[in-house]
């Protein structure tokens, strides 16, 4: 994501138009969530994906086109069709394709677009909660307001406005509500305002970073070192932030949850074994913590994946935050499909 801004912020500097293509909706199966984007820059080159395949190359086109007239468009990508042995796509699903064109036309009353990719690009760097509210379909007098974009923070305060004639009283309001709900979600929400559909769509991903050991080489953007319970107090956790402890001692998990039990994180996950995990619950119990709010804590942590090695380790928990945070089953989705298949195959058998 901050990645893609940067660009558009390059491309706005060098007085190119681009054009980012987000899907908004989609019913079946489809090869991307909402939210996922893709930019195209003047001359077809891309960056990120909305699932690839020919439904790409039609948001693709549209996006030059787009460039072009500097105006925004739906792309509706129906992959519905009955797949054949020669396809390449494998899904069977519809979703729709909002493309926004970037440039540096000013609009009266609006900051320019380099402004809106700047403020994003910044709340990105400083993992602070962000919307983007965008305008993406409207009929009657609204209809040429399409497009039209306000970027809401976490704590409220907006850059930008919709500028909708005689619209009703409070529409700010509830769209700076919606954008704030998905801020907490972490997913975006579509609002609908009479005729008019303005989708908030988080800017912001879940960053992951702690660590008490300072001579462990590490990867993370920002390394805190320090006690690890003032640390934790004293850090900015938020419904999307996710913690991981890692710490050599079990006094020092007690320490780390201590902190963090009653915080609004999204995922609280502790390495250990079982015994040191029951030790842990049970000194915080006669502390006063409930065993509710216990029950939370994601310990023995990750998914069973069978894995060992410390990078198998990493990929367990992060298939569970994952898993949480998309509400998935865990269940191996051939497992879903092997008896649908079998059955078909034996019926080709008896034709």
Known sequence: ??????????????????????????????????????????????????????????VWRNALNVIDTKRPSIVQVDLTEEIAMESQGVCGGIFDVFVQPWHNALLPGQPTMRDFASAINASLEGEQGVVLATIIEAGGAWRPCTGQQMLVHENGETLGTLMLPDAPVGLTLQLIESAQKAISTGKP?????????????????????????????????????????????????TSRTHIVLVTRAHAHDVQGLRAIIDSPAAYIGMIGSQRRVWAVFKLLHQEGVPAEKLARVRAPIGLDLGGSTPEEIALCIMAEIILLRHGGTG?????LLRDRYMERLKRLDQD
């Open 331 to 335: 269940i191996a989705m051939s497992e």
């Open 189 to 237: 929400h579509i609002e609908n305002v009479g005729a008019t559909l303005a989708v908030a769509r988080p800017a912001s991903k879940p960053h992951f970073e702690s660590d008490d050991q300072p001579q462990i080489e590490n990867t993370a953007k920002q390394l805190l070192v320090g006690d690890i319970e003032s640390m934790l107090q004293n850090y900015p956790i």
């Open 1 to 58: 994501m901050k990645e893609l801004f940067q660009e558009i912020i390059s491309d706005l500097e060098s007085g190119e138009t681009v054009a980012m293509a987000t899907i908004v909706k989609r019913k079946g199966s489809v090869p991307r969530e909402v939210g996922a984007k893709m930019l195209v820059h003047h001359g077809g080159k891309i960056s990120g994906t909305v699932g690839g395949g020919c439904g790409e190359a039609e």
